[in-house]
C-alpha cells in the first residue's frame, strides 16, 4: 500500500519569496500555472468556469509536480481541491 500524502502548498502573501519560482492559480475547477513575476500565464492545465481562487506555492520542483497531477485529478474527478488544500 503507497501512503500518498498531500503535497506542501501555501497561499502567496505580498512578502513571502521562499517558494518554487513558478506558482499555481487554483478555483474549484480551474488551475493554471503563473509565471514567476505574477504577471501571465504560462499555462492552462485546466480551464474552468469559476475565477474565484487562490494563487498558491510549493517548497520545491518535485511538489510543485506533484501538485500539479493532485489538483489535476481532482477537477477531473469533480472534487474541489481547496477542501485540502485549505485546510
Same mark, same amino acid.
Given at each position: ?12 502573501? %505580498? #512578502?513571502d ?7 499555481? %492559480? ?10 514567476? +513575476?505574477?504577471?501571465?500565464?504560462? #499555462?492552462?492545465?485546466?480551464? $474552468?468556469?469559476?475565477?474565484? $481562487?487562490?494563487?498558491?506555492? %510549493?517548497?520545491?520542483? +518535485? ?14 474527478? $469533480? ?9
Amino acid at each position: 500500500m503507497v501512503n500518498v500524502m498531500s503535497p506542501k502548498l501555501k497561499v502567496i502573501t %505580498a #512578502e513571502d519569496s521562499t517558494h518554487y519560482e513558478y506558482m499555481l %492559480a487554483v478555483s474549484c475547477d480551474t488551475l493554471y500555472v503563473i509565471s514567476p +513575476d505574477k504577471t501571465r500565464i504560462v #499555462e492552462i492545465i485546466n480551464d $474552468g468556469t469559476n475565477i474565484d $481562487g487562490y494563487l498558491l506555492s %510549493a517548497e520545491s520542483e +518535485d511538489e510543485f509536480l506533484d501538485t500539479i497531477l493532485r489538483i489535476k485529478k481532482d477537477i477531473c474527478s $469533480g472534487y474541489n481541491p481547496l477542501h485540502w488544500i485549505l485546510k
